[in-house]
């Protein structure tokens, strides 16, 4: 007996804008910054393209010495374009990054 053929994969590239920002909603900045938002083009598309994505920041709980913290932070407000409301973040945080920040 033959055994039945595997569902097709589905389009995850294909996903419409707001369900794919419900999704980033949902992980957080740093997830986004870190690999969600580079999964395909329509993928960087919506999360460097909306702004509102980006309006409160939270990367409090994923200070890694490996990264460069700041250049994510950075990221992230440049992102919001002019609508950060809430920023959180420990250890890494410089004057220099809030005067960024407070430019923007």
Known sequence: MASPSPSPSPDWAGLP???LLTVFERLGAPEVLMGAGVV???????????PDLW??????????????M???????VDRADGRLEHF?????????L?????KR
Not at 40 to 50: F, I, K
Not at 88 to 96: G, I, L, P, R, S
């Open 17 to 19: 804008d707001d369900a």
């Open 40 to 50: 395909c083009r329509n993928w960087l598309r919506v999360a460097t393209g909306e």
């Open 55 to 68: 309006r409160r920041v939270d990367l409090s709980d994923c200070f890694d010495p490996t990264i460069d």
């Open 70 to 76: 700041v250049a994510m932070a950075c990221a992230a």
């Open 88 to 96: 959180a973040a420990d250890c890494f945080v410089t004057d220099a």
């Open 98 to 102: 809030l005067f960024y920040m407070a």
